[in-house]
């Protein structure tokens, strides 16, 4: 297949994820079905027909306004649609193998949809982190990096290291300094990128949220939606970890 095609068709499938990912993200932390009922209108509970439903291009067409009753739709939708789809073409064109594409595009999906939910709403769903774990298990068996065993260390170093910093700092700080969520996400990032980049996540992550979110927590002291920053980390990881731990090795350790 040219070359071209197979890019048109990453995009067209990166956008339709897109689109389920949107559905994911409103009814899995409100525990309601993904795959009941159709998709409706969040304001008049209209169901939407398919031509009220194509990625992103509906949204431009009907300039975000509901048919029915000319409620705004959230630019969200849309957002998380060409997201999606640029992460898939991404995965594409970054990789050089099939399966590692593959298994960056799932990754960085369940990423995006983790960080938006708790962005929205302090939840990290178990579809996105275990269901994830599951997948990232079960990626680790196609050739390539990671392999089974070391997927499977990154996936319990990286949960076994959050659980001892949750109680450590609950009893520090007498009040819980890391949820559920945030655990079984970090074994989820563990078991897609193995032991070593599941700690700089870990750091990556840490380092993002204190410069960015840091002063807003201290002034408004909203609580910090971490899965968002190790979203972020996990995704710097993808692309620059090698890179990371190089210039670590070569400048600060001096070998
Ligand atoms: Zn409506």
């Known amino acids: 297949m040219p070359e071209l095609l197979i890019l048109i068709y990453t995009a067209i499938f990166g956008l339709a994820i897109g689109s389920f990912l949107n559905v994911c993200i409103v009814r899995l932390p409100a525990g309601r079905s993904i795959l009941r009922p159709r998709s409706a209108c969040p304001a008049c509970g209209r169901q939407l027909r398919w031509y009220e439903n194509i990625p992103v291009l509906s949204f431009l067409a009907l300039r975000g306004r509901c048919l029915g009753c000319k409620g705004p739709i959230s630019i969200r939708y849309p957002l998380v649609e060409l997201a999606t789809g640029l992460i898939w073409v991404g995965s594409y064109l970054y990789f050089e193998t099939v399966w590692q594409a593959l298994s960056a595009a799932i990754f960085g999906t369940l990423l995006l949809g983790i960080a938006v939910t708790d962005a929205r709403e302090y939840i990290i769903p178990d579809e996105f982190s275990l269901g994830g774990l599951v997948l990232g298990l079960a990626l680790s068996l196609a050739p390539g990096r990671p392999t089974p065993l070391w997927s499977l260390a990154g996936a319990g170093l990286a949960?076994?290291?959050?659980?001892?910093?949750?109680?450590?700092?609950?009893?520090?700080?007498?009040?819980?300094?890391?949820?559920?969520?945030?655990?079984?996400?970090?074994?989820?990032?563990?078991?897609?990128?193995?032991?070593?980049?599941?700690?700089?996540?870990?750091?990556?992550?840490?380092?993002?949220?204190?410069?960015?979110?840091?002063?807003?927590?201290?002034?408004?002291?909203?609580?910090?939606?971490?899965?968002?920053?190790?979203?972020?980390?996990?995704?710097?990881?993808?692309?620059?970890?090698?890179?990371?731990?190089?210039?670590?090795v070569t400048h600060i350790l001096r070998l």
């Open 159 to 248: 949960f076994a290291l959050m659980y001892g910093v949750a109680v450590v700092g609950e009893w520090a700080f007498k009040k819980p300094a890391l949820g559920g969520g945030d655990i079984k996400m970090l074994a989820m990032i563990g078991a897609f990128l193995g032991p070593l980049h599941a700690v700089l996540t870990i750091f990556v992550g840490s380092v993002v949220g204190a410069v960015i979110f840091g002063p807003i927590a201290l002034k408004t002291g909203r609580l910090v939606p971490f899965g968002v920053f190790l979203a972020v980390g996990a995704a710097v990881v993808v692309l620059w970890g090698d890179a990371l731990v190089g210039w670590y």
